[in-house]
């Protein structure tokens, strides 16, 4: 069973940064990309960020492309996603989770395991 454990997030005003961190259990975390969706009230979830297995391969959703960065650390089954200049509409409960393969994706039917959501709210 793979869990994944989201924080980071909180209240911030429009212009700031937040880094949102993933930690995933199990070994094979190295073997899947990751993804970081979001969904805001009224929304459905959205992809915003992928990576491949390795990290050396990532995707951005238009809306955030220049601003939020993936990344991640398989040593410490961690995955990260690094946001600059917020925007109110960044305003989501962001979620990270596993995909069922190596490379990006951005289909959330194609990611087996979520974690729990971390809440983003960005004022104006």
């Known amino acids: 069973q793979v869990q994944l454990v989201e924080s980071g997030g909180g209240l911030v005003q429009a212009g700031d940064s937040l880094r949102l961190s993933c930690a995933a259990s199990g070994r094979t975390f190295s073997n899947y990309a990751m993804g970081w969706f979001r969904q805001a009230p009224g929304k459905e979830r959205e992809f915003v960020a992928g990576?491949?297995?390795?990290?050396?391969?990532?995707s951005y959703a238009d809306s955030v492309k220049g601003r939020f960065a993936i990344s991640r650390d398989n040593a410490k089954n961690t995955v990260y996603l690094q946001m600059n200049s917020l925007k109110p509409e960044d305003t989501a409960v962001y979620y990270c989770a596993r995909a069922r393969t190596v490379s990006v994706i951005g289909t959330p039917s194609l990611y087996d395991y979520w974690g729990q959501g971390t809440q983003v709210t960005v004022s104006s």
């Open positions: 990576i491949n297995w390795s990290g050396g391969s990532t």
